[in-house]
């Protein structure tokens, strides 16, 4: 009888032990899964801080972006064919400026970037100014603008858009903005890839002229349109490819000028840019009604020549800059430059910079050839 109730209350003693054993592990299960969820929901937050980032723009403003732009919008005309350098092969240019269109028209970035032709114009005029309401109907996640447009800057800023101010432009400030715009989509390190492949081209031809006195380089004049002519407006390609530009002796950047200024500094090259309707047959030819070309010397020596067109006009500043440099060398110093085939030039940077094969066809067009 004293083992049989011996034996019950060990039988009973083990099933609360067991019980309790049960009720500790369950209690260290929930412990450990209120700690898995804790640890997954930090990670969680940490995971979207991360995603968030900022960039400081030229007026020292900073900029906070929750993801990287999907959608974005460009008040000036170079911009977009920055952004598909930087971006390749994108749709994200919902909105730009009229004239960005009109360049994109006349040029191969048509066929390398179709998408561009869907972007919309309504809400920027040709001078940048911006129709805040048709802007917002685009809801752009950023704008980039130049910074010297404060007025539209304020208008855009005071809707509540994300506004980007880049440099003006001029070369040193477009390596500066594609570093900038390239922070803004997250690929610094593709800005700074473009950049250095930018110093490269140019480099490889000021390292030519180096030795080349002031008294020695061609005279060489830009019409920006009709007798309108670039004073300092294009240094950036002028200069490092060894041209000399007597509008210099003018104040300002563009300048009306007479055929007796042309007969006094009488170029030995000109160039006609891709503003004005000018070709250089209408100097060779001596299509222009009330002007005589005939006794200027580059006309009589037939270096008049229509600058290219790219993926953008070839003589603002921009991505293509160093191809501008190189061509415009190759023109002002043939012998020196004779081992420069401006094609293959052409095609290795197109692929380099733009992953883009360019056909003989489309090299011809941008050569004009």
């Known amino acids: 009888m004293k083992r049989r109730i011996s034996l019950l209350l060990f039988l009973v003693l083990a099933l609360i032990l067991n019980a309790c054993g049960g009720s500790s592990q369950s209690n260290k299960n929930e412990i450990s899964e209120n700690k898995e969820k804790e640890a997954s929901q930090v990670r969680e937050v940490k995971e979207v801080k991360e995603s968030e980032y900022s960039v400081t723009d030229v007026r020292g403003k900073t900029i906070k972006f929750e993801k990287t732009p999907e959608r974005i919008a460009t008040v000036d005309k170079p911009l977009p064919s920055i952004i598909y350098a930087i971006d390749g092969k994108t749709d994200k240019i919902v909105g730009c400026n009229p004239s960005s269109i009109k360049a994109f028209e006349e040029s191969v970035l048509k066929n390398m970037y179709p998408q561009l032709a869907n972007a919309n114009t309504k809400w920027c005029s040709k001078d940048s100014v911006v129709n805040v309401e048709e802007l917002l109907k ?131 090259i000109i160039y006609l840019g891709n503003h004005s309707d000018l070709m250089p047959e209408d100097f060779i030819e001596n299509k222009q009604e009330g002007r005589n070309w005939s006794t200027i010397k580059a006309v009589a020596n037939k270096q008049v020549y229509k600058i290219p067109i790219g993926v953008y006009r070839w003589d603002p500043p921009g991505v293509e800059t160093p191809l501008t440099v190189k061509w415009a060398a190759k023109i002002q110093y043939p012998q020196l430059f004779s081992d420069m085939d401006m094609e293959v030039e052409l095609k290795n940077f197109f692929e380099y910079v733009y992953d883009y094969k360019l056909s003989d066809d489309e090299v011809a067009t941008i050569l004009r050839k």
């Open 138 to 268: 685009l809801k752009p996640d950023v704008v980039f603008i130049y910074s010297n447009i404060e007025k539209e800057i304020e208008k855009m800023e005071a809707a509540g858009l994300k506004v980007v101010a880049l440099k003006r432009a001029e070369f040193d400030s477009i390596k500066e903005n594609i570093k900038m715009i390239s922070e803004v989509l997250q690929k610094k390190e593709r800005g700074d890839l473009l950049v250095e492949y930018m110093d490269k081209g140019i480099n490889e031809v000021t390292s030519k002229l180096a030795e080349i006195k002031d008294e020695d380089k061609p005279k060489v004049i830009e019409f920006y349109s009709d007798m309108k002519i670039a004073i300092k407006t294009y240094d950036h390609w002028m200069k490092p490819s060894g041209a000399y530009n007597p509008a210099h002796e003018l104040k300002g950047k563009l300048a009306e000028v007479d055929m007796e200024q042309m007969i006094v500094w009488n170029p030995d």
